[in-house]
């Protein structure tokens, strides 16, 4: 009975860090690519390091034997990436930027040299995407913050996508004419929606938001159990450096502007 039961915890573990395993991809970045020499040989055995800009967090993995390396779970952020093999000269490359549930190509040429020496190339990844045939927007931190909410949910900002639209009076949007229902919503690779079809648990504060995307068109089979798009959320997951913010939200017709068919201000008598 007790190897029965033990057994059972085993089961149930294995599917549960599974589950965490498939959740982290969806709502992360990976960056993945192949070393090669200048001969067009695969490099073997090459250190790959992504460091994150923001935390200085390194992630260091191998090539494999065909030259093929691929670093997953990344939160969408800033990153530089360096690759070291003895006998090769050192490369460097910064200014990447890694987006919710994208996946990064960057592919390299190492030359024989001195260690000593390093190239560094500067330049954002590729825009030709060859690891997804997907299609979809990403809305970034920045906009998230400064651009006018009413209500201070993130959902208006859907409509910044190609292909959505918010008709008046709702509070889910249409992905290319979709019913809001169909709509998969994922807050950090968990799904949010209840069991009435199209229904959203909870909506994050603004302030909580790294950036959101919006998966519109041949979303890859990681998502499933949707038929319309899938709005992929990451909130922030930290620094290096203590912050904080304090927002009011305030409300007064006082404030409104006057309606065009009104022809005078209207005031309360004292």
């Given at each position: 009975m007790r190897a029965v039961v033990a057994m059972g915890c085993l089961v149930i573990g294995a599917l549960t860090l599974g589950e965490t395993a498939v959740s982290a991809q969806v709502g992360s970045a990976t960056v993945?690519?192949?070393?090669?020499?200048?001969?067009?040989?695969?490099?073997?055995?090459?250190?790959?390091?992504?460091?994150?800009?923001?935390?200085?967090?390194?992630?260091?993995?191998?090539?494999?034997?065909?030259?093929v390396y691929t670093v997953p779970s990344l939160p969408p952020g800033g990153y530089r990436v360096d690759l070291?093999?003895?006998?090769?000269?050192?490369?460097?490359?910064?200014?990447?930027?890694?987006?919710?549930?994208?996946?990064?190509r960057l592919d390299f040429e190492l030359s024989v040299g001195d260690v000593r020496?390093?190239?560094?190339?500067?330049?954002?990844?590729?825009?030709?995407?060859?690891?997804?045939?997907?299609l979809g927007a990403v809305i970034e931190n920045d906009q998230v913050l400064q651009l006018p909410l009413n209500g201070r949910t993130f959902i208006t900002l859907a409509t910044?996508?190609?292909?959505?639209?918010?008709?008046?009076?709702?509070?889910l949007p249409r992905i290319n004419g979709g019913r809001p229902r169909t709509n998969e919503y994922l807050f950090d690779g968990i799904s949010v929606l209840?069991?009435?079809?199209?229904?959203?648990?909870?909506?994050?504060?603004?302030?909580?938001?790294?950036?959101?995307?919006?998966?519109?068109?041949?979303?890859?089979?990681?998502?499933?159990?949707?038929?319309?798009?899938?709005?992929n959320l990451t909130t922030k997951s930290g620094a290096n450096a203590f912050h904080g913010n304090a927002f009011e939200f305030f409300r007064n017709?006082?404030?409104?502007?006057?309606?065009?068919?009104?022809?005078?201000?209207q005031t309360k008598p004292d």
């Open positions: 993945t690519g192949v070393v090669r020499d200048q001969a067009g040989a695969a490099v073997p055995g090459a250190t790959v390091t992504v460091t994150s800009v923001d935390t200085n967090r390194p992630r260091a993995v191998t090539t494999s034997s065909e030259g070291e093999l003895s006998g090769f000269k050192p490369v460097r490359r910064e200014d990447i930027r890694a987006a919710t549930g994208q996946t990064i020496e390093r190239l560094t190339v500067k330049g954002e990844a590729p825009l030709l995407r060859a690891e997804s045939a997907s910044l996508a190609p292909g959505v639209a918010l008709p008046p009076g709702t509070q209840q069991p009435e079809p199209g229904q959203v648990a909870y909506l994050p504060i603004i302030d909580a938001i790294q950036e959101f995307k919006i998966e519109s068109n041949s979303p890859p089979a990681e998502f499933g159990r949707f038929n319309g798009g899938v709005i017709n006082a404030l409104n502007g006057t309606n065009y068919f009104q022809t005078a201000l």
